[in-house]
């Protein structure tokens, strides 16, 4: 299923500015960035949790805020994208 992962970490400070690339890191790890804190993420159920645990654990819910977007397994139908930076598939060949 795809699952869309926006955030905002407060960065005015040395400790947000750490969070903010810790978060990064990790929704790299899990997904592909479609923009600055928004990652589109093929997953399944279990791992979309332990995303998502991590991600609480990294935040300060003070300051900083996540938003978790499900947008299930039938996700083309759902998405579109109009203009620069063109869309990617998810389940094409990934080449490093």
């Given amino acids: ?51 998502k645990a991590k991600l609480r654990d990294i935040i300060d819910p003070e300051t900083d805020s996540l938003r978790f977007y499900n947008l299930g397994n039938k996700y083309q139908k759902r998405v579109e994208h109009v203009g620069a930076k063109p869309g990617y598939d998810p389940d094409g060949v990934l080449i490093v």
């Fill in 1 to 51: 299923m795809l699952i869309l992962i926006t955030y905002d970490v407060d960065t005015t400070s040395a400790a947000g500015r750490k969070r903010l690339r810790r978060v990064a890191k990790l929704c790299v790890d899990y997904g592909q960035r479609v923009q600055n804190s928004v990652f589109e993420c093929d997953m399944d159920a279990a791992t979309a949790q332990f995303v």
